[in-house]
């Protein structure tokens, strides 16, 4: 997919060590392990703000924030994992900051964070920016792309 608007930037998100687990895997990735997840994210602007920024970097720290308080040393589990109750006790106990999401593989997880970049844009840019496309990363060698044009966005 083509970037829905001229111009375009992109950001990376890195060093957010997590673990997490894919219960329903028949090979390793059963097992509870870990990267440092990053994560770049595509921004697409059909007007250049008053800086001419289609984004202004250091107005990206609420997303910041968002991805250390779900990625950053924190293990994170499907919903429907059936030691759920095991991990919240665990959580409980201080053994570990427990995150439950839909589907923490990295297919969803780049989905997730579309959603979230799209969301703080649209709140705080009236719609006059959005997010694109976002790479989320497990390590060096895998990745994940979801890339999308929020309906709300006009067409270039």
């Known amino acids: 997919m083509d970037a829905p608007a001229a111009h375009t930037c992109s950001k ?8 997490h687990r894919q219960w329903r895997h028949s090979g390793h990735c059963r097992f509870v392990h870990g990267y440092s997840r990053s ?4 921004f697409a602007a059909l007007n250049l703000d008053p800086h001419g920024f289609v984004v202004d970097f250091s107005s990206l720290g609420d997303l910041e924030g968002r991805l250390a308080a779900q990625f950053d040393h ?8 059936p030691l759920l109750a095991t991990w919240q006790s665990l959580h409980e106990q201080g053994a570990l900051d427990l995150r439950v999401m839909a589907n923490v593989g990295m297919e969803s997880t780049a989905e997730l964070v579309w959603g979230w970049a799209n969301a703080l844009l649209r709140e705080r840019d009236g719609g006059r ?10 390590n060096e060698k895998n990745a994940a792309c979801y890339t999308a044009t929020p309906a709300w966005f006009p067409a270039s």
């Open 39 to 42: 994560f770049t994210v595509w």
């Open 74 to 81: 924190t293990f994170l589990v499907n919903a429907d994992d």
């Open 129 to 138: 920016s959005c997010c694109w496309r976002v790479e989320a990363r497990e």
């Open 12 to 19: 990376r998100f890195s060093g957010y060590p997590c673990c």
